[in-house]
């Protein structure tokens, strides 16, 4: 079942580079899987991950070309979440514009979230 709001959006830069990651799998993948998890010394970190195939409870969402799966315990971490993938000089890198994040650590690997409370998920988007 698909989202009727967007828990995530992709940048062109970021759907191009799921698509070609995607690509060089070594057996056909689905999509990408994205969560979050304990750990880090901010507190939670985002996770990705290939999909074979959509798990009971995940929500979908299709945007550019590109399947994302959502991980249920994420939603309300990740909703209005923009997805960007970012090359510099020194590194490249996805990277989350994630309107709930409340801070990062130092060196960028871990965050805090605060969750969006279910009283203010939209109905729909």
Same mark, same amino acid.
């Given at each position: 079942?698909?989202?009727?709001?967007?828990? +995530? #959006? +992709? &940048?062109?830069?970021? !759907?191009?580079?799921?698509?070609?990651?995607?690509?060089? !799998?070594?057996?056909?993948?689905?999509?990408?899987?994205?969560?979050?998890?304990?750990?880090?010394?901010?507190?939670?970190?985002?996770?990705?991950?290939?999909?074979?195939a959509r798990k009971p409870g995940e929500d979908v969402v299709e945007d550019r070309g590109v399947q994302v799966f959502i991980d249920p315990k994420a939603v309300l971490f990740l909703l209005g979440t923009e997805m960007d993938f &970012?090359?510099?000089? +020194?590194? #490249?890198?996805?990277?989350?514009? %994630?309107? %709930?994040?409340?801070?990062?650590?130092?060196?960028?690997?871990?965050?805090?979230?605060?969750?969006?409370?279910?009283?203010?998920?939209?109905?729909?988007?």
């Amino acid at each position: 079942m698909t989202s009727s709001f967007k828990v +995530l #959006s +992709l &940048t062109d830069r970021a !759907a191009d580079r799921i698509k070609a990651i995607m690509a060089q !799998a070594d057996k056909p993948v689905a999509g990408l899987r994205v969560g979050v998890k304990n750990g880090g010394c901010a507190g939670m970190t985002y996770t990705m991950e290939y999909a074979e195939a959509r798990k009971p409870g995940e929500d979908v969402v299709e945007d550019r070309g590109v399947q994302v799966f959502i991980d249920p315990k994420a939603v309300l971490f990740l909703l209005g979440t923009e997805m960007d993938f &970012t090359t510099t000089k +020194l590194a #490249s890198q996805f990277v989350f514009n %994630n309107p %709930n994040q409340t801070s990062a650590c130092g060196c960028g690997e871990s965050v805090a979230i605060t969750p969006v409370s279910p009283e203010r998920v939209p109905a729909t988007a």
